[in-house]
């Protein structure tokens, strides 16, 4: 390829990743402005993280009266979702409660899913989150192919990503409890208890509306780890105030298609909304 033609083909990647206007423009924008958020010195003494439902009932891109979301998606996983927390305490924020708002199926990402690539190496594998990776993590991380490209300008700047799907192995079918929570999840949850440890803050575990579909998984699912792990204060409410509904009521058996029917009901019986929260 001819140099002039090189420099037609990176001009535009080029200028999105100096202006960082790529950020704006690629699917999973609000994930940099969770990142962006994060690390803004706030007022607010509660702080809500969550997955994409919780991102529908409260978006990171709106301002709230006394309370920040850093709302993004499962796809982050919770080692996303806990260096959007510790950004947050060491931008010098001071919160009383860190509120989790997930469905019950986002505890299963063990960053080996075709999303990971895009919504969670493009955002964060950098250099100021590495000391924050576990061993696990790092495995997770050299399982993906391609990952030597991921802050390439062209593929940084697009919504390129590798088809990438962990190989099944023929296995004899399990019995007894579907897993909650993956092995990352409870790396996380167990860094960001000791977060709230260290910081003095409370931690609840908020269900987001389920679908039905879901319910007999849920039931099913392995309790035990939540015990065995130490997490038993963090989802103390969990489970017995998951709201479910008819799988109608849903664009994709996950995402609601009127969100803001169920927000103000969040606001009055799990934050006590009163004008401030």
Known sequence: MSFPLVAIVYSKPI??????????????SYIYKAIE???TK?????LVIGDSVGRQLFPNSDEYANFNSLCT?????????????NNYINAGNKIDTLYLLFNPTSFSNNLNQVYTFHYFLKPF????????????????IANIPYTFLVRQPYVL??????????????????????SLLSPVSIEYLKKIKNLAGKHDFQVVVIPTPTSLKYKERVANCNKAQIDSNGLNQMFEQYFENIIYLDESLFSDGIHLFRPQDYTERYLNEWFKYQGVL
């Open 125 to 140: 594998n950098r250099a100021e989150y590495q000391s924050e990776f576990t061993s696990l993590v790092k495995e997770q």
């Open 157 to 178: 700047t697009s919504n390129w990503a590798p088809d990438y799907r962990p190989a099944v192995t023929s296995q004899p079918a399990k019995t007894g409890p579907v």
């Open 73 to 85: 998606n499962q796809a982050v996983s919770m080692c996303g979702q806990y260096l959007l927390l």
């Open 42 to 46: 706030e007022p607010y003494r509660k």
């Open 15 to 28: 200028y999105l990743l100096v202006t960082e206007k790529y950020k704006s423009q690629v699917a999973g």
């Open 37 to 39: 958020k994060s690390k």
